[in-house]
């Protein structure tokens, strides 16, 4: 699934490939999928992006606006699968959940895996969309300061009892962040998933805040995780430090053997030693 780094490179791209491209034909999804979610229909979508011009995108969490001006943004969401941009003259994959052809013969495809939504909405009206609306800051927006996030651990810390991994990946409490993101925060951090929000310290509150901006910046930097792909199928070039394969081997900061545990609906991968 992407994450907000993911969606960053994604947004870059589009906007060096896509921007000022004229719609020719848009079209919704040859191959049926029940959790793929549109809010239009076939042809009111085609009819609705015809003549339009791609504008400037943006990613909000995980979510990337695409403007189609006038009057419309495209709106991905919490997907999985590849976003992919082809040259004139290239061959149409057989399958597909979103085709739009552009006037000079290239185009663009989505082909999602898992789930997630393909949405086109009049401009303003996405903002209203749910997950959207009220947003809490990423961590790619500059208000993603320190004293934003310690204001933001007094507020969890204050509710019900909250764990790190729990921090990280649920509720859009910290937007665009997910499971395979927070395995690497966690253990650059060094805390454990299960440990406790409203026990950090200043110090471990700091720790943490900086290790969300360090792995972020990084996957941005090096164009995303190594299993997800860019709008030119590239794959990234991040490899995660706490993942499947990091299971059985020594931990890269102590030698420690590398854990795994079933935690808040999914697998948790860390260092017994360095993150107690």
Same mark, same amino acid.
């Given at each position: 699934m992407f994450e907000l780094p993911e969606y960053v490179t994604l947004a870059k791209q589009i906007n060096e490939t896509l921007k000022g491209k004229a719609i020719r034909r848009g079209q919704l999804g040859n191959s049926p999928h029940k959790f793929v979610w549109y809010n239009r229909g076939h042809d009111e979508f085609e009819r609705l992006t015809q003549e339009k011009t791609i504008g400037e995108a943006r990613e909000k969490g995980r979510w990337l606006f695409v403007p189609c001006e006038p009057g419309y943004v495209l709106l991905f969401g919490?997907?999985?699968? +590849?976003?992919?941009?082809?040259?004139?003259?290239? +061959? $149409?994959?057989?399958?597909?959940?979103?085709?739009?052809?552009?006037?000079?013969?290239?185009?663009?495809? $989505?082909?999602?895996?898992?789930?997630?939504?393909?949405?086109?909405?009049? +401009?303003?009206?996405?903002?209203s969309r749910e997950y959207i609306k009220g947003m809490k800051p990423t961590p790619a927006e500059p208000e993603f300061t320190f004293d934003y996030f310690n204001a933001l651990i007094d507020g969890v810390a204050a509710g019900k009892k909250q764990s790190v991994k729990g921090l990280l990946t649920q509720d859009q409490i910290i937007p665009g962040l997910g499971n395979a993101i927070a395995q690497d925060i966690m253990f650059r951090a060094r805390l454990h998933p299960k440990h406790a929000v409203g026990d950090l310290s200043a110090d471990l509150r700091r720790?943490?805040?900086?290790?969300?901006?360090?792995?972020?910046?990084?996957? $941005?930097? +090096?164009?995303?995780?190594?299993?997800?792909?860019?709008?030119?199928?590239?794959?990234?070039?991040?490899?995660r430090l706490m993942d499947k394969n990091a299971v059985g081997n020594p931990c890269p900061e102590c030698g420690s053997t590398i854990e795994k545990m079933q935690y808040l609906g999914g697998a948790c991968y860390f260092c017994p030693s360095c993150q107690k």
């Open positions: 919490e997907c999985g699968g +590849k976003m992919l941009y082809h040259t004139p003259g290239s +061959k $149409v994959p057989k399958k597909y959940h979103l085709y739009i052809m552009f006037e000079d013969g290239s185009f663009f495809t $989505v082909m999602t895996q898992m789930w997630g939504a393909i949405e086109l909405y009049e +401009k303003g009206q996405e903002l720790g943490l805040h900086q290790a969300i901006l360090d792995t972020v910046d990084e996957i $941005v930097e +090096k164009g995303g995780r190594y299993d997800e792909y860019d709008l030119y199928g590239n794959p990234g070039q991040y490899t």
